[in-house]
């Protein structure tokens, strides 16, 4: 999909936020409205000047852009000192900051801790 063929960015609309091309519709209020749980029936009838095009073609940004940001799994073998990191980080500890088995994510409540 080409986003550039839906979304637009110009600081004449919205304060240059990227909104859909040919509306004054934001990304990121599309992006809202599904994480509130809004149908795409309901978002279609709260911005009429949207198509079920436009908003297939937010969906498809946000996984394409989740799918650069997601986490890799780290081997410990890659990285030998994944094991001190996880002995400090041990469920209990005070630098537990692992949310997942070799993932290397910062929980956000323990990121300050560490630094």
Known sequence: MKFAD???RDPGICGGETVLRGTRVTV???LASLAEGS???EILQDYP???EEHVR???AFA???AREDLPVQISPAANPSLDLWRMAAA???PREAFRGPQLGCLDKGHAAALY
């Open 6 to 8: 839906y979304f637009q």
């Open 28 to 30: 990121r209020t599309v």
């Open 39 to 41: 149908s795409f029936q």
């Open 49 to 51: 000047s949207l198509s």
């Open 57 to 59: 073609a937010v969906v």
């Open 63 to 65: 996984a394409t852009s």
């Open 91 to 93: 469920p209990g500890s």
